[in-house]
């Protein structure tokens, strides 16, 4: 036996490699590994999107009534942490304005509206509807809260079309805070 003090590292073998070597830590962060925040970095009111989103998606693709959505909607599990308000709004503002919604978005679309997915349909009168009637949510925290829902509930790419519709909207439904959100000297400026 020598007094060699080069110790066999514990769960694996003399030279580095074992069976029990684990991936390099994940920093802790607000987001999931597609960039969607985590449950717990979630507002009331994201919450409140998220299952007002699950809900007009029922009612898109089911055509279930709104009030059979709604009782539905509200017995899912973690519901009680959601603005119960904000998503009634969003829900019944959002179907019974639907019509109006849609009127805004198709000329925004370089497709037919009934070649939109679902989930990007539905979020996209998630924003028009919060750009009309919840004005006291700033235009960009609007946008920037329909590109999570996209990103977490809708296709690869779906929030780059999500965002680009509503950043076309939102200098018509919010002209006054866009243009004060612009920087000085942009708008008008000589090439």
Same mark, same amino acid.
């Given at each position: 036996m ?6 066999t ?11 029990s ?17 985590k ?19 029922q ?17 899912l ?10 998503y ?7 179907? %019974?304005n @639907? +019509?109006?919604l849609? /009127?805004?978005? #198709? ?27 919840c ?5 960009r ?17 779906g ?9 076309g909207?939102a200098p018509?439904?919010?002209?006054? %805070?866009? @243009? +004060?959100?612009?920087? /000085?000297g942009? #708008?008008?400026?000589?090439?």
């Open positions: 020598s007094d060699d003090f080069s110790a590292p514990p769960g694996g073998n003399a030279n580095g490699g074992g069976s070597k684990r991936p390099p830590r994940q920093p802790r962060t607000g987001t999931t590994s597609t960039g969607a925040r449950a717990a970095s979630k507002s009331t009111r994201s919450r409140s999107r998220e299952f007002a989103l699950q809900a007009l998606y009612h898109l693709v089911g055509r279930n009534d709104a009030t059979a959505i709604d009782v539905f909607t509200r017995d599990s973690g519901f009680h942490k959601a603005d119960a308000a904000h009634d709004a969003l829900l019944h503002g959002c179907i %019974e @639907a +019509a109006s849609d /009127a805004l978005i #198709a000329p925004q679309l370089d497709r037919k509206m009934d070649e939109i997915s679902p989930i990007e349909h539905a979020v996209m009168w998630i924003g028009v509807y919060e750009f009309q009637h004005l006291d949510v700033p235009w925290v609007v946008i920037n809260e329909c590109i999570e829902l996209a990103k977490e509930f809708g296709g690869t790419d929030h780059k079309y999500v965002n680009a519709v509503l950043n909207l018509t439904l919010r002209a006054t %805070e866009v @243009a +004060a959100d612009r920087p /000085a942009s #708008a008008g400026k000589p090439a």
